[in-house]
């Protein structure tokens, strides 16, 4: 009975958001908050299920999504491979750690000009600055994984004859995985986040070139309709990470 009903209940993340939309909707409808400053949401989506007929709107989001998966696929890699060179060796993560850290609580934005002179406008631009924005996330968090790694492991693995591979295929990577998982996940907020924020200003194309213009004009529904499009993005990437997670989670070595 119990595994029946847990079968049937509404996911959190659902029920969260189905009580977010009653809560917009009737705050909007009841004047709490003017409609011109908070439309209702049952207009926001009506215009999302407009937009979401138009070429020109599709086209968009396959631009961003390219640039995205682009700057994702290189940022996570070049993040994993940098950040456990520095875990492994001592006098380099000495010196280059504070400057990562540095740089990390640095707000990203302030570099956007730098990134707009040396590389214009195009796609190429958005993708370093998606990268830019996402690796440091990535170093950090795996250099810290690595360094969690018990030393008797890997100790235990070397006196039984493992070789480097095998050690970093049996003791590193079970050991890591779900910091790895956690890691991708992070890594594409950062990701994101850097597309989005260069196609609002800088960009020609772009679901975020779109969403600042209709910010620009003051087009709430069409805004709130392009935010409802990146964050269901967001939402999406992010339960199937999480789904790896839970099937992976127990791969971490006691």
Do not use: D
Not at 77 to 100: D, H, M, Q, S, T
């Amino acid at each position: 009975m119990n595994s029946r009903l847990s079968r049937t209940a509404l996911h959190p993340l659902t029920l969260f958001l189905l009580s977010l939309l009653v809560v917009w909707e009737l705050v909007s409808r009841t004047g709490a908050i003017a409609p011109g400053v908070l439309p209702p949401a049952s207009k926001v989506f009506g215009v999302l299920a407009e937009l979401l007929q138009r070429p020109a709107v599709w086209k968009a989001i396959g631009v961003t999504a390219w640039a995205v998966l682009v700057a994702f696929l290189i940022a996570v890699p070049a993040g994993i491979a940098i950040g456990v060179f520095l875990a492994e060796n001592r006098y380099w993560g000495a010196v280059l750690k504070p400057f990562f850290y540095f740089l990390f609580s640095i707000p990203k934005s302030i570099f956007l000009p730098m990134f707009i002179l040396a590389m214009g406008i195009g796609i190429p631009q958005k993708i370093a600055y998606g990268v830019f924005s996402a690796i440091f996330i990535v170093v950090i968090s795996i250099s810290a994984a690595v360094e969690s790694i018990r030393g008797s492991h890997i100790m235990v693995a070397q006196c039984y004859g493992a070789t480097r591979r095998q050690i970093v295929a049996h003791v590193y990577l079970p050991s890591m995985l779900p910091a790895i998982l956690e890691t991708l996940r992070l890594g594409m907020i950062f990701n994101f986040t850097g597309v989005i924020l260069a196609e609002m200003y800088v960009s020609r194309t772009g679901i975020g070139h779109l969403i600042g213009v209709w910010g620009e004009n003051f087009q709430l529904p069409q805004l709130l309709a392009g935010i409802v499009i990146v964050s269901a993005a967001a939402v999406i990437f992010n339960e199937v990470v999480r789904a790896f997670e839970k099937k992976y989670g127990h791969w971490r070595t006691e």
